[in-house]
């Protein structure tokens, strides 16, 4: 989804966004989810954060009403894992996912789930805030239809077509890739600042070619009679079938730097409770559904392709490290405006907490 805006924090910081997010929801006001954190409740017994070692019990954790963001969050809460950790989490999600980027900057969300672009933009205007673990791999949301009357002999047919893109959409690192890589000359195709919603509608009146966007909207659109062409992660093109790798973007979960110093056994215990969570979600893909789908406003069917599309796991591997995070993303960000130096990864991470929890999860190191 696309951001932008001005923003500030403690009437000093000044950031402008400007960049898309997988799927995250429209424009509604958050849900009532209490303060962002907060201590033991009064009336908990004498000494129960010091037996359980927990220096919280009783925090809120932002996150998106949208399932590359959140399903982890909502499965963790819905089925008590976060109970079964000795926690109380207020789970508040919002309707528009661009929202928590101020939030977090102005403090009032202290540990949140959104997307490590997200988190390259933060560290670039210096804002204290780490990524403490990887969610999901929703790359594969990010994707390119056709409309029904669209042929394609080859990828290089797009040129001179048609496509419906929100301005700065960051399924262009996606479109540019394949481009590359299908020797298509991406200038040669037509873009039409489009929102995702609006572009659904013209591909369907068939005033333009294609769309770019992002889940639910692809679904939406192919439902409408348009047809998957290309994602982040896979392609049906005539020229090329099956897995690519034209985009990396992963949902993460990141904590302001004040609280991890402060609280590394409740984000521990966090962790752990996500953990479970993301076994659950591939493990039992339909039971997850069907909790998933009320919670996210969604039909079971609908749910049951979005989800297809994102891989749930909290592995620190190559596709997270030099892919997600890697000198191409940061350069596409440059490019766009939304940043204007590209901070080093380990400037925006902190994965001792996750390799405490599990340290297989960690397989490659961050450069």
Request: with cysteine.
């Amino acid at each position: 989804m696309k951001w932008s805006g001005k923003w500030f924090k403690s009437s000093v910081v000044l950031l402008t966004l400007t960049f898309v997010l997988a799927a995250c929801g429209g424009n509604n006001a958050p849900s009532s989810g209490g303060n962002a954190a907060s201590n033991t409740p009064s009336d908990a017994p004498a000494g129960a954060e010091a037996s359980s070692g927990l220096e919280l019990t009783d925090l809120t954790l932002v996150g998106v009403r949208d399932a590359q963001i959140s399903s982890q969050q909502i499965i963790a809460d819905k089925l008590g894992y976060f109970k079964e950790e000795g926690l109380n989490v207020t789970s508040q999600l919002i309707e528009s996912g661009p929202d928590i980027g101020p939030m977090v900057a102005g403090g009032s969300a202290p540990v949140s789930i959104q997307t490590n672009f997200m988190d390259i933009i933060l560290k670039s205007t210096d804002i204290p805030v780490k990524i403490i673990a990887p969610l999901a791999q929703i790359a594969g949301t990010q994707a390119v239809v056709g409309s029904s009357k669209l042929e394609l002999t080859s990828a290089k047919d797009l040129e001179g077509k048609t496509i419906g893109i929100p301005s700065g959409a960051d399924v262009m690192i996606a479109i540019n890739n394949m481009a590359a890589e299908l020797g298509v000359d991406a200038s040669k195709i037509k873009y039409v600042n489009l929102a995702p919603s609006d572009a659904v509608v013209a591909l369907e009146k068939g005033d333009i070619d294609a769309l770019a966007a992002w889940e639910p909207f692809i679904t939406k659109a192919i439902q409408g009679g348009g047809k998957f062409l290309f994602s982040g992660t896979k392609s049906e093109l005539p020229d090329k079938q099956g897995d690519v790798n034209w985009m990396s973007v992963h949902t993460t979960i990141q904590v302001a730097d004040d609280f991890i110093a402060k609280n590394p056994n409740t984000l521990k215990a966090v962790l752990r409770a996500l953990s479970k969570a993301t076994d659950y979600i591939n493990e039992n893909r339909e039971e997850s559904i069907k909790v998933l789908a009320p919670e996210l406003h969604l039909e079971v069917a609908e749910l049951t392709e979005i989800m297809n599309r994102n891989v749930y796991s909290m592995k620190v591997d190559d596709t997270y490290v030099n892919g997600s995070n890697g000198p191409a993303v940061g350069e596409y960000l440059k490019s766009v405006g939304n940043i204007k130096e590209i901070p080093a990864p380990t400037s925006y991470h902190d994965l001792s907490l996750l390799k405490d929890v599990d340290a297989a999860l960690i397989e490659v190191e961050l450069k």
